[in-house]
C-alpha cells in the first residue's frame, strides 16, 4: 500500500467542459456547459449512487464518468463525461469541489485498487492511495480519509495523508464501513473480526468498543452523525438494532419482517424519530422510534429538534437519557425492545 500527494495540473481529461467550473455549492448549471462531445445516455451504466454527509447532495458514479445532483430542489448540478472510463466509488465531502474517486466499469482506464483525490475547481488530483486489492469503500471527513479494503481500513489524515490507524476486519466484501460528521465527535464503525461483532472506534476518546450485535454476518450499520446511536441489520434481514456506542447497551428493535432479506441501506433521520430500511423485497419500511433526544421527546417535537445528542469528548453518557418514556415505552424496564410503528412503501 502507497499513498502519494500529487503535484500534477490534471489527471482527468475535461474534453467537454472549459475551463474548470467552480464549487458545486455555486451551482454550475449544466445547461452552460457544452456537451456536443458527450456520449449517448443510453450508453451509460450506472455504477454506483451515495449521498453526502449532509443528505444534501448525491453522486452517480457511472461507466463514464461521474453525475452530482441536488436534492431539493432536484437536479443535476455538475457532471464529468470520460472517454477513458468511469468510477465505481464517487465520495463527496460535503458541497465542495474534493471527491474521492474509484475507478470501476469494464473500459475504464482508472485501477479499482487506487483512492483518487480530486480537487474539481482546479482540475488536479491532489493525492492518491494504492493497494494490493480492490477498494471497497472509501468514507470522507473534514479531517479523515477511510479507505475500506475487504479485510482491513485504513484510516489517514485529510492534512498531509498520513496513516493515522489500521483496522483488521473479517471479510468485508461490502466495504461495510460509517463515521460520525459531527466537529465534535470522531467515531468509525465497522465489522469487527468475529460474525455478527460490530467494532466502533471514539478515536476523540481515544476508546474502542465492540457490540455483539447479531447471531449472523452484520450486512448493513449506519451511525447518527455525532456517532452517539448505531442502527445495524444483519444479513438475515428481519432485524434492525440500535446500539449506544458508547457502552455497547441495545437501546431498541424493530423487526422489519419474518423472511428473509438482503438489506440494501439503513437510514436515520437527523432527530432519530425515524428509521428508514430498504431491501431486495421491492420495499422501504418506516419505523418510528423510541430513542430520546437530548433535551426533547422526538415524538412530540420532530421538526424543531436539529440532531441527537452531541457527545462532546470530556462528556460521560447516561443510559436513561436514551431511552424516550413517550408511549409504548415502558418506564420501568427502559432497556425492553420496542417496536415502532411501520410503514410499508412500495418501490
Same mark, same amino acid.
Given at each position: 500500500m502507497t499513498s502519494t500527494l500529487s503535484t500534477s495540473p490534471s489527471f482527468l481529461p475535461t474534453p467537454s467542459i472549459e475551463p474548470p467550473q467552480p464549487p458545486f455549492s455555486g451551482g454550475g448549471d449544466?445547461?452552460?456547459?457544452?456537451?456536443?462531445?458527450?456520449?449517448?445516455?443510453?450508453?451509460?451504466?450506472?455504477?454506483?449512487?451515495?449521498?453526502n454527509q449532509d443528505y444534501g447532495c448525491f453522486a452517480a458514479g457511472t461507466s463514464r464518468g461521474f453525475r452530482i445532483?441536488?436534492?431539493?430542489?432536484?437536479?443535476?448540478?455538475?457532471?464529468?463525461?470520460l472517454k477513458s472510463?468511469?468510477?465505481?466509488?464517487?465520495?463527496?465531502?460535503?458541497r465542495c469541489n474534493i471527491l474521492a474517486l474509484v475507478g470501476g466499469g469494464s473500459n475504464s482506464q482508472y485501477p479499482s485498487n487506487?483512492?483518487?483525490?480530486?480537487?474539481?475547481?482546479?482540475?488536479?488530483?491532489?493525492?492518491?492511495?494504492?493497494?494490493?486489492?480492490?477498494?471497497?469503500?472509501v468514507k470522507l471527513r473534514r479531517d479523515r480519509i477511510v479507505v475500506v479494503l475487504e479485510h482491513k481500513i485504513y484510516v489517514y489524515s485529510f492534512?498531509?495523508?498520513?496513516?493515522?490507524?489500521?483496522?483488521?476486519?473479517?471479510?468485508?466484501?461490502? =466495504?461495510?464501513?460509517?463515521?460520525s460528521h459531527h466537529s465534535n465527535t470522531s467515531v468509525l464503525a465497522c465489522p469487527g473480526?468475529?460474525? =455478527?461483532?460490530?467494532?466502533?472506534?471514539?478515536f476523540g476518546l481515544n476508546m474502542m468498543k465492540l457490540i455483539n450485535a447479531h447471531d449472523s454476518h452484520i450486512a448493513c450499520l449506519t451511525l447518527t452523525l455525532d456517532g452517539l446511536l448505531l442502527a445495524t441489520a444483519s444479513t438475515r434481514g428481519t432485524l434492525v438494532r440500535i446500539f449506544n456506542t458508547m457502552? =455497547?447497551?441495545?437501546?431498541?428493535?424493530?423487526?422489519?419482517?419474518?423472511?428473509?432479506?438482503?438489506?440494501?441501506?439503513?437510514?436515520?433521520?437527523?432527530?432519530?424519530?425515524?428509521?428508514?430500511?430498504?431491501?431486495?423485497? =421491492?420495499?422501504v419500511h418506516i419505523f418510528n422510534l423510541r430513542v430520546r433526544v437530548f433535551g426533547e421527546d422526538s415524538s412530540c417535537q420532530p421538526s424543531s429538534v436539529q440532531g441527537p445528542a452531541i457527545f462532546h469528548q470530556n462528556s460521560s453518557t447516561s443510559l436513561d437519557s436514551?431511552?424516550?418514556?413517550?408511549?409504548?415505552?415502558?418506564?420501568?424496564?427502559?432497556?425492553s425492545f420496542m417496536r415502532g410503528n411501520k410503514y410499508n412503501f412500495p418501490l
Open positions: 449544466p445547461s452552460s456547459f457544452t456537451h456536443h462531445d458527450l456520449p449517448d445516455i443510453d450508453q451509460t451504466e450506472l455504477l454506483s449512487v451515495s449521498w445532483y441536488n436534492c431539493e430542489p432536484f437536479k443535476e448540478t455538475f457532471r464529468r463525461d472510463g468511469g468510477f465505481k466509488i464517487v465520495e463527496m465531502l460535503f487506487k483512492v483518487i483525490i480530486w480537487d474539481d475547481h482546479q482540475s488536479r488530483c491532489i493525492g492518491e492511495f494504492a493497494f494490493r486489492s480492490d477498494v471497497r469503500a492534512m498531509d495523508l498520513k496513516l493515522l490507524h489500521q483496522i483488521e476486519t473479517l471479510a468485508n466484501p461490502r =466495504g461495510l464501513c460509517c463515521l473480526l468475529h460474525r =455478527g461483532q460490530v467494532r466502533v472506534e471514539h457502552d =455497547g447497551t441495545r437501546l431498541q428493535e424493530v423487526r422489519r419482517g419474518v423472511d428473509r432479506a438482503d438489506i440494501y441501506s439503513i437510514a436515520l433521520s437527523p432527530n432519530v424519530q425515524w428509521l428508514a430500511v430498504s431491501s431486495d423485497k =421491492g420495499t436514551l431511552i424516550s418514556p413517550s408511549t409504548g415505552a415502558n418506564p420501568g424496564s427502559s432497556l
